[in-house]
């Protein structure tokens, strides 16, 4: 039934009329104002990354107030499509055709960013930075207007094959996934890892992202006799697997998917022990960790917090993401000079050499070319020791993290 509806909301998506712009539409309008469009989930259930598109906002406010770039203002205008792949699409084309945005930059997820790709596209508007992890949004061929940002879900799952192998190559190995293609590429990297070793997966789960127990699929996992835990899904989600794993008395190795990894700030004072030693990746720094409290990055993120976004936490990963995002698209922003047709933005988004975020881990950068539009391709896996999140071995490159045998 699953299927079904989903190809019938596909074809629905499909049969909807896309007509292009008019060709006057596709230029920069020339008065002096760069408008950007944005989609987020500010309500639904996935409203705890909301602040992403909030800090967006805010840091082209503060690009506002130092003069704009290259003399223009920006206006990022981003509207909410309540996790809604048919509402993201409406959202879009208002953007396009009521506000005129110049392209749609740092949009939240991934069904909705598959909704509208195809309407982007066909209307030659650039689709970039998208908020999703998805090997889709690498297919300059195919899709020319869209392009990534972060690390690739099947890229982390592979990471994650790789650290098994090398510290619990003798443990049973469950895995608790999302329903979804966010869960499904996570748990598809991660069998690629694994190569031969797939053997070490002896349980699977699925949960939905509505669901507000997952009590019985971890009891079930736990009759695996698994001894390392990886869970695919959303913070609040994971912490509710953290807690049932207490209850239960089950205490396997877990791993945390990154975008999971802000679950042990939603567990209540007591609860953080059951969180000592999870492993996850990450590829931004942590505003709260001491270690980078003399860090220039970290110092002018806190300064552009107080002034701009002082409702935001500083500790929230997804303000530091947003942040990041913001930065990068300024940058590319930057390299138009004084040539803001979409043509021209697409080529400079697909033209950065070695760019790094203020708030990026050393060592990894932001490259782009006419046939990559990946464009963070490193990470670094971290462990919580019960009050951050501390960094573990080197810097790994997902472009050389293939499928391995053994």
């Given at each position: 039934m699953r299927m079904i509806l989903k190809i019938v909301f596909a074809a629905s998506l499909l049969a909807a009329p896309?007509?292009?712009l008019a060709a006057s539409e596709t230029k920069d309008t020339g008065d002096g104002e760069i408008r950007i469009g944005n989609i987020m989930p500010y309500s639904g259930p996935l409203t705890e990354f909301a602040p992403i598109g909030k800090?967006?906002?805010a840091y082209f406010d503060m690009i506002n107030d130092r003069g704009g770039i290259n003399g223009r203002k920006v206006r990022f205008i981003s509207r909410d499509d309540g996790s809604n792949p048919r509402k993201a699409l409406e959202q879009t084309r208002q953007l396009i055709e009521d506000d005129h945005v110049l392209l749609i930059s740092g949009s939240f997820g991934t069904p909705g960013n598959l909704a509208v790709r195809p309407y982007l596209n066909e209307n030659r508007i650039p689709q970039l930075f998208v908020a999703s992890g998805d090997q889709e949004w690498n297919k300059p061929a195919e899709f020319p207007w869209t392009m990534g940002?972060?690390?690739p879900f099947r890229a982390e799952g592979r990471i994650y094959a790789n650290y098994v192998q090398a510290f619990h190559p003798d443990h049973k190995l469950a895995v608790l996934w999302q329903n979804d293609q966010f869960g499904r590429d996570l748990l598809i990297g991660l069998q690629e890892g694994l190569g031969d070793w797939t053997r070490m997966i002896v349980a699977d789960s699925t949960f939905d992202i509505s669901d507000k127990s997952i009590d019985r699929q971890i009891d079930v996992l736990k009759a695996s006799g698994a001894g390392v835990l990886l869970f695919a899904g959303s913070p609040n989600?994971?912490?509710?697997?953290?807690?049932?794993?207490?209850?239960?008395?089950?205490?396997?190795?877990?791993?945390?998917?990154?975008?999971a990894a802000?679950?042990?700030r939603a567990l209540r004072p007591a609860e953080v022990q059951n969180a000592v030693g999870v492993i996850s990746t990450s590829f931004l720094k942590n505003a709260t960790d001491p270690a980078w409290k003399d860090d220039e990055g970290i110092k002018q993120f806190s300064t552009f917090m107080d002034r701009y976004y002082p409702g935001g936490g500083k500790a929230d990963s997804n303000v530091l993401f947003g942040y990041a995002a913001a930065q990068t698209l300024s940058q590319v922003l930057e390299q138009c000079g004084d040539d803001f047709s979409r043509e021209n933005i697409m080529r400079q988004a697909a033209s950065l050499k070695d760019f790094q975020s203020s708030v990026t881990l050393p060592g990894i950068t932001i490259s782009t070319g006419p046939n990559d539009f990946l464009p963070i391709k490193q990470m670094?896996?971290?462990?919580?020791?019960?009050n951050i999140w501390q960094l573990i071995g080197d810097v790994i490159d997902s472009a050389f993290l293939g499928p391995t045998n053994h």
């Open positions: 896309m007509l292009p800090t967006e906002s940002w972060q690390p989600l994971a912490a509710l697997a953290i807690r049932r794993l207490a209850e239960i008395d089950w205490h396997p190795v877990v791993i945390l998917n990154n975008v802000p679950a042990v670094r896996l971290v462990q919580f020791d019960g």
